[in-house]
Each structure stands twice: as C-alpha cells, then as structure tokens.
C-alpha cells in the first residue's frame, strides 16, 4: 500500500494550494480517508476527514471555511483544497486511510496506512 501526497509549496499568506494524495495497494472505497499536519515543535493533528460510503466530509475549526477535502474513487486519490493560508498553516501534510472509518476525528494511532507528507510553507 502507498500513499503518495503532493502539492505543497512556498505559499504567500492569503494564498491557496490544492494538496493531492494517490492511493495504490488498496481497495480506496473502502476507505475513509483523512489530512493531518504536524507543525514544527508541535503535536500531529488532524485536518480534514471524508468518510469512504457516502463521501462526508468534516473539518477542523481552526481550518473552517478555508480547507475543502474531497474525493475521487475511480482515480483513488483524495485531495485538499487549502484557501486563505497564513503562517500558522506551515507544516508537513500527510494523508491517512483507515478501513470502514467513521466520519469523526481520529488519531493518528487509528490509521491503517499513511503517506511521507507534503511541505506546506506560507510567508508572511
């Protein structure tokens, strides 16, 4: 199984990015699928969540409005739309997938596969 996340960059504050990550090995349907990011010196924590059956979606308040996570079975790739960067959206973003999951935050703990990551970087 690989997870293979692109689109980071050097963003300018108040810019956008639309993060990818194309799955192989998987049945991706099967799937609910979801974007962490890790800080420097901070903890992992969790973006964005679409579930693998009817394709909800949920986010996290500090991303609200700004992030869009979707989806594309037949090319099994879930994607990130990131909106409005500032400098506290720097980080390393990854993707994760976890079988069956439900359509609420989970740890990082929970995944059952997940990628190398994605450098995102906004300038102020």
């Known amino acids: 199984v690989q997870l293979q996340a692109s689109g980071g960059g050097l963003v300018q504050a108040g810019g956008s990015l639309g993060l990818s990550c194309a799955a192989s090995?998987?049945?991706?349907?099967?799937?609910?699928m979801y974007w962490f990011r890790q800080a420097p010196g901070k903890e992992r924590e969790i973006v964005a969540a679409?579930?693998?059956?009817?394709?909800?979606?949920a986010v996290a308040d500090s991303v609200k409005g700004r992030f869009t996570i979707s989806r594309d079975n037949a090319k099994n790739t879930v994607y990130l739309q990131t909106n409005s960067l500032n400098s506290e959206d720097t980080a390393v973003y990854y993707c994760?997938?976890?079988?069956?999951?439900?359509?609420?935050?989970?740890?990082?703990?929970?995944?059952?596969?997940w990628g190398e990551g994605t450098q995102v970087t906004v300038s102020s």
């Open positions: 679409i579930i693998w059956s009817d394709g909800s979606t």
């Open positions: 090995g998987l049945t991706f349907s099967h799937y609910t």
């Open positions: 994760a997938a976890e079988i069956w999951g439900p359509l609420k935050f989970r740890d990082w703990g929970d995944m059952n596969y």
